[in-house]
């Protein structure tokens, strides 16, 4: 367990120190963060959040989150136990849109009830105690704060046959997936009430074209009703979720 997570951290410190690309810094393809920011504005702007609310991002990386939450007014704090990133990150923000914090997603330096908003995008699948770090983000919450949390997809097919290649070969994961129903219930038994589940669908690394065909709108909303679909083919699940008043 330990040696999972020392082994990411020592990747994401890599990555901060060799790449200057913010996709490359957080271990995206570019496809697979411009997607993600397009969505994240998507499902930022029917979330009812503050205006000038108190936003935490953890698991910051380069801070291209965090920008784009400043951009639109908030109060923006950026976490990240990767110092060579958060050098990047700090390098980004010319316009010093938010702040940046070298801190453990464990123990948050934050005191109880701080923000109104917590945001955490690609950290699941680089802990081993996702449980633990849901339920910080809830204590540094305020009440009737929101949350937006991803988790890659356990179900989706080739993250099903990623998984089986490496049983066959007596490997560790190298990413941890997950149920969706297991992350709803983490959600469900620390009070937060889930809002709203979306799907993260992306194209294969070797076949991008598909991208186009998933712009369709008609495509997205099909994958998105379709809750088999939904199962075998999202990459990851964002669960936004409210704190209980």
């Known amino acids: 367990m330990k040696a999972f997570e020392a082994e990411w951290r020592a990747r994401f410190e890599r990555f901060g120190r060799t790449y200057r690309e913010e996709h490359a810094i957080s271990g995206w393809s570019a496809e697979g963060l411009a997607r993600r920011l397009r969505l994240f504005g998507q499902v930022l702007a029917q979330m009812p959040v503050p205006e000038h609310a108190r936003v935490l991002e953890l698991g910051c990386g ?35 849109k938010g702040c940046y914090v070298a801190a453990d997603g464990y123990h948050l330096p934050f005191t109880q009830e701080t923000f ?4 955490c995008i690609g950290v699941f699948q680089a802990v081993c105690r996702p449980p633990d770090l849901l339920s910080e983000m809830v204590r540094v919450l305020r009440q009737g704060g929101l949350v ?15 998984r089986l290649g490496e049983m066959a070969k007596r490997q560790p994961p ?65 669960f936004v979720g409210q704190k209980a008043a």
């Open 62 to 96: 380069p801070g291209t989150y965090v920008r784009y939450l400043g951009d639109l007014g908030h109060s923006v704090v950026g976490v990240d136990y990767s110092l060579p990133s958060l050098h990047r990150a700090v390098g980004a923000d010319e316009g010093r």
């Open 116 to 119: 109104d908003l917590v945001v």
């Open 148 to 162: 937006l949390v991803e988790a890659l997809n356990a179900t989706e097919v080739p993250a099903m046959l990623r």
């Open 174 to 238: 190298r990413l941890h997936t997950y149920p969706a129903a297991r992350v709803r219930r983490w959600f469900e038994a620390r009070d937060l009430h889930v809002l709203r589940r979306v799907g993260v669908f992306l194209p294969l690394r070797s076949q991008p074209a598909i991208g186009r065909w998933l712009d369709h709108p008609p495509v997205m909303t099909l994958l998105e009703r379709a809750p088999l679909a939904s199962l075998l083919l999202a990459h990851a699940f964002w």
